[in-house]
């Protein structure tokens, strides 16, 4: 990187990506507090930041010098787009990369909550399971259901695939309107990003019009779903279940409300955690990143308009 060493990175990321750039990546774990990342935005060219990451106007105003954003996760709801594209810094993302990955635990969410999987292991090791019982732990088949998807970008296409391999009828709300994908689906499994008008889709109402038989998914983004609405509905048994795997705040507080409903199943935000995905995202993210900084098109840009008519491309 010659003289453009002043980088910040966020957290260390699996892979040796990083060993790419001169940078100052925040040592300890979890996320650097909020004081930090501005103090560092303040003296930086660049910032490799997490989706836990808040990269708002207020931290884009301090960076007088910072040119280049790259975001380590496909989404990009915790950037201000807006900020960053009227001071013509481009934000970099990781699209495509942990398509397949984020797809294979959803449709493991869909299993593990139907037949009830996180039941069966302790049962197991409290002593539970005394003699093989034709009604011990009865579940519900993914094969042959109705799966419907919400939101069929790559995600949902590949969830799509897989369930569509198990037999599964897939309705999706490119063909159907949302009230009657959930009046028909065994399971409803999110895959739209969050924005204003995403933000609780899944509230009181939603919730009532699924069957009392069906299982709520989401591995998509926490703000989605109305969190008091889905404890309510889980409590007076409203629907069958849920298995989540983003929430609102994350991390999950373990004293949360949520987490005294039933039938609830909850991974800590573990959609792309496999070691090759983890691994491509952070290749990825540095490309975006050096591209940002060499004053190159970033080639995964979440803001493309920062090249647009009033701003030549590179």
Same mark, same amino acid.
């Given at each position: 990187m010659g003289g453009l060493s002043r980088v910040f990175v966020s957290r260390r990321l699996p892979g040796p990506a990083l060993g790419r750039l001169e940078a100052e990546i925040w040592p300890e774990a979890g996320a650097a507090p909020r004081e930090t990342l501005l103090a560092r935005a303040r003296e930086c060219e660049g910032l490799l930041t997490m989706l836990t990451d808040r990269v708002d106007a207020e931290l884009i105003a301090a960076a007088p010098?910072?040119?280049?954003?790259? &975001?380590?996760?496909?989404?990009? +709801? &915790?950037? /201000?787009? #807006?900020?960053? *594209?009227?001071?013509?810094?481009?934000?970099?993302? *990781?699209? /495509?990369?942990?398509?397949?990955?984020?797809? /294979?635990? *959803?449709?493991?969410?869909?299993?593990?909550?139907?037949?009830?999987?996180v039941e069966g292991d302790r049962?197991?090791?409290?002593?539970?399971?005394?003699?093989?019982e034709p009604e011990f732990l009865l579940g519900r088949d993914l094969h042959g259901s109705t799966v419907?998807?919400?939101?069929?970008?790559?995600?949902?296409?590949?969830?799509?695939?897989?369930?569509?391999?198990?037999?599964? *009828?897939?309705?999706?709300?490119?063909?159907?309107?949302?009230?009657?994908?959930? #009046?028909?689906? /065994?399971?409803?499994t999110l895959h739209v990003p969050l924005t204003p008008d995403?933000?609780?889709?899944?509230? +009181?109402?939603?919730l009532a019009r699924m069957k009392p038989t069906a299982y709520l998914v989401n591995t998509a983004r926490g703000p989605l779903v109305d969190q008091e609405a889905l404890a =309510?509905?889980?409590?007076?048994? =409203?629907?069958?279940?849920?298995a989540l795997d983003v929430f609102d705040p994350e991390p999950?507080?373990? +004293?949360?409300?949520?987490?005294?409903?039933? &039938?609830?199943?909850?991974?800590?935000?573990?959609?792309?955690?496999?070691?090759?995905?983890? #691994?491509a995202m952070a290749e990825m993210a540095v490309d975006n990143l050096l591209a940002g900084l060499a004053g190159e098109r970033v080639p995964h840009c979440a803001n493309p308009e920062v090249y647009g008519p009033t701003r030549r491309a590179p």
């Open positions: 010098a910072l040119r280049a954003i790259s &975001n380590y996760a496909v989404g990009v +709801d &915790n950037v /201000d787009l #807006e900020a960053a *594209t009227a001071r013509g810094i481009p934000v970099g993302h *990781t699209p /495509d990369v942990l398509t397949e990955t984020t797809a /294979d635990i *959803t449709l493991a969410l869909m299993l593990g909550i139907a037949r009830r999987l049962a197991v090791r409290a002593g539970e399971w005394r003699a093989w419907g998807i919400v939101g069929m970008g790559r995600i949902g296409r590949a969830v799509a695939r897989r369930a569509e391999g198990f037999g599964c *009828t897939v309705l999706a709300t490119r063909a159907l309107p949302l009230g009657e994908l959930l #009046e028909r689906s /065994d399971f409803v995403t933000r609780g889709l899944i509230g +009181d109402a939603a =309510r509905a889980l409590r007076f048994g =409203r629907i069958a279940g849920a999950l507080p373990p +004293d949360h409300p949520l987490l005294e409903a039933p &039938n609830l199943l909850v991974l800590p935000h573990v959609g792309s955690a496999t070691i090759a995905t983890r #691994e």
